[in-house]
């Protein structure tokens, strides 16, 4: 059925916690189940994470303690294994995967997938490497046998940002709809706040970092709360997490605030929230705004440039605010808590399940 007899690679840096990971485990179930080898080719082996692939897949540790180092490995790789395709998951690894293969002199199909905006990259790049992204994009991604966006905003963005043409790029959203969400939604959640729902709960997911904002759903929330008891829970790590907390303790919400820390399944307490927001500044896709969907959960979101609208279909399923305004922010919180939300399609989310994305992926990778 299936073309591909040696097999298909996806290349990370390193295996971590968060959205990109996610989407590749995701896909690596879908083809595995399918009866395609798998490579997870990483520059650094080593993750708690790795629990998130099938067992079937192979883990091939390129023991390079940067992702640039990592070249000549690669390189070694495609020449040892000649895998049918390889699938490079974010821009870095897409610059190294494409000059690889030329190094490298295979037939592999090399695709590349853009997740975020580049223009936001560059915009708030602290490093030249990120000032530099559109270059490496313009004179790379056309040697590329494929490129893919995530979302038709990125792949917009891509083509203007960085002048890749835009017949060469394919818009696939995120298989963001794991197979055992359902089942993982009704493991128990230990919090206190869920366990003895006698108050509200507004949920935020993502890392704790400026792109996410959550000054902003802090804001928000501090408004709702003038007007209905409430509580928030944020799920998440990273370098914000001391400014979230003298914010918090600045508006007097210590009380109904809780930062939660990194969960390894969030969809226990997603189902059990009243109410999901995403206060993104910008996104390349939003995979949490999906998996809010899949578990029926009332949706509030930023709209930043990409994702969000493409997948609430431009506020059907979901309030869409402005970013950074907590005022409006607030008031779609509050329309939700008092009984007006935006119900979900079913049929809305079959373009985001497995099965719909591991077909254009195979098309993507000339595998079927």
Not at 87 to 99: F, K
Not at 106 to 133: D, H, I
Not at 170 to 180: E, L
Not at 325 to 337: F, S, W
Request: with cysteine; hydrophobic share 45%; net charge neutral.
């Amino acid at each position: 059925m299936f073309k591909a007899q040696a097999p298909v690679a996806f290349f990370l840096g390193s295996f971590g916690g968060g959205g990109i990971e996610q989407v590749t485990a995701n896909l690596a179930h879908g083809f595995v189940k399918l009866g395609i080898k798998v490579d997870l080719v990483l520059n650094r082996g080593e993750s708690p994470h790795l629990w998130k692939m099938p067992a079937e897949a192979r883990v091939v540790d390129l023991k390079a303690s940067t992702l640039y180092k990592s070249l000549p490995s690669l390189v070694r790789y495609l020449q040892e294994e000649r895998p049918h395709a390889l699938l490079a998951t974010d821009h870095y690894q897409n610059e190294i995967a494409v000059l690889a293969k030329y190094i490298a002199g295979v037939a592999t199909r090399v695709v590349v997938s853009e997740r975020n905006q580049l223009s936001q990259t560059v915009q708030n790049a602290t490093k030249l490497k990120g000032r530099l992204t559109p270059l490496f994009a313009r004179l790379l991604y056309p040697l590329s046998d494929g490129v893919v966006a995530v979302s038709q905003g990125v792949a917009d963005d891509l083509a203007s940002t960085a002048s890749v043409a835009s017949e060469r790029i394919q818009t696939i959203y995120n298989p963001a709809i794991p197979a055992d969400i359902l089942v993982k939604a009704e493991e128990n959640v230990q919090h206190p706040w869920f366990t003895t729902p006698d108050l509200p709960v507004v949920l935020g997911v993502g890392k704790l970092e400026e792109q996410k904002d959550f000054p902003t759903l802090i804001r928000a929330f501090s408004k709702v709360r003038q007007f209905t008891p409430a509580r928030l829970v944020i799920l998440g790590w990273g370098p914000e997490r001391q400014n979230l907390e003298v914010l918090i303790k600045q508006m007097g919400l210590e009380a109904d605030v809780a930062l939660l820390g990194h969960v390894d399944n969030p969809y226990a307490y997603m189902k059990r929230s009243s109410v999901f927001v995403l206060s993104s500044a910008w996104e390349g896709f939003g995979n949490v705004l999906v998996e809010a969907m899949a578990l029926k959960i009332p949706i509030v979101s930023t709209d930043c440039k990409s994702g969000p609208a493409e997948i609430l279909a431009n506020g059907k399923y979901g309030y869409l605010v402005p970013v950074g305004n907590n005022e409006a922010m607030g008031d779609a919180i509050l329309k939700v808590l008092s009984g007006q939300p935006r119900l979900i399609d079913p049929s809305w989310l079959h373009q985001f399940e497995l099965e719909t994305v591991v077909r254009k992926y195979l098309h993507a990778l000339k595998i079927a």
